[in-house]
Structures are given as C-alpha cells and as structure tokens.
Nanobody, 128 residues
Framework: QVHLKEFGGGSVQSGGSLRLSCVRS???????IGWFRQPPGKAREGVAM??????????NSVAGRFTISRDNAGNAKNTFYLQMNSLKLEDTAMYYC????????????????????WGQGTQVTVSS
C-alpha cells in the first residue's frame, strides 16, 4: 500500500516562493508522482509530474515558475518537491500529491483520474 503526505503549504505574498514536499511510503518500482491543485470552486488540475526515469513535465500555466524534483539521497529517496516561485494570486489552491504506476509510456499522464494514490493535501494561499 502506498501512502503520501504533503508538507510545506502556507500563506505567502504575491511574488513569493514556497516549496512543497511529498513523502511517499510504500514502494512502486516504476512510478509517476504528480502534483495537482484545486482552486476554490474549481476543478482539480495537474500542475507537474515526475517519473521514476527522471522525465518531468509542468503545466503551461506554471511553466517557468514551478519546478518538480525528487530527492535521490539515501533515505530521502521517497521525497518529492514542488518548488513554486513568483507566486500569483491565482496559484491559491489546495495542493495534492498523487502517485500511480508508470506503465509503458516514458512520461506521466496529467489526468488526475489516472492516479491511484492521493495525499490529504496542503493549502497554499497567495495574497496581494
């Protein structure tokens, strides 16, 4: 069984930065880790994904501002990050970490329905 826990949400002023962390317990040898967000009153959307092979993708709405990465050091191998810079008011949302097995594709899907495991979420609020 895979469990995910997000850390690092909070309140920040517009233009500021935050780094979210996702700690995974339970093993998936070939995996996709995705960061998703759900703004108030809106549908959940994919933000960034990273595969076990190192392939990454970020949504157009956050390209150049958000970066997804993983920690490859020792016991922290199951930690994944979302670095968020130049935050905007519209980045305000509940952010979720999700995981799934990577199948034959070399990259990860961005559709939330394809992810099997989810964290509880962490709130990010950007103010002016």
């Amino acid at each position: 069984q895979v469990h995910l826990k997000e850390f690092g949400g909070g309140s920040v002023q517009s233009g500021g930065s935050l780094r979210l962390s996702c700690v995974r317990s339970g093993d998936i040898s070939q995996y996709c880790i995705g960061w998703f967000r759900q703004p108030p009153g809106k549908a959940r959307e994919g933000v960034a994904m990273i595969a076990d092979n190192g392939n990454t993708m970020v949504a157009n709405s956050v390209a150049g501002r958000f970066t997804i990465s993983r920690d490859n050091a020792g016991n922290a191998k199951n930690t994944f990050y979302l670095q968020m810079n130049s935050l905007k008011l519209e980045d305000t949302a509940m952010y979720y970490c999700a995981a799934r097995t990577r199948t034959f594709a070399t990259s990860c899907p961005s559709a939330d329905a394809s992810y099997s495991y989810w964290g509880q979420g962490t709130q990010v609020t950007v103010s002016s």
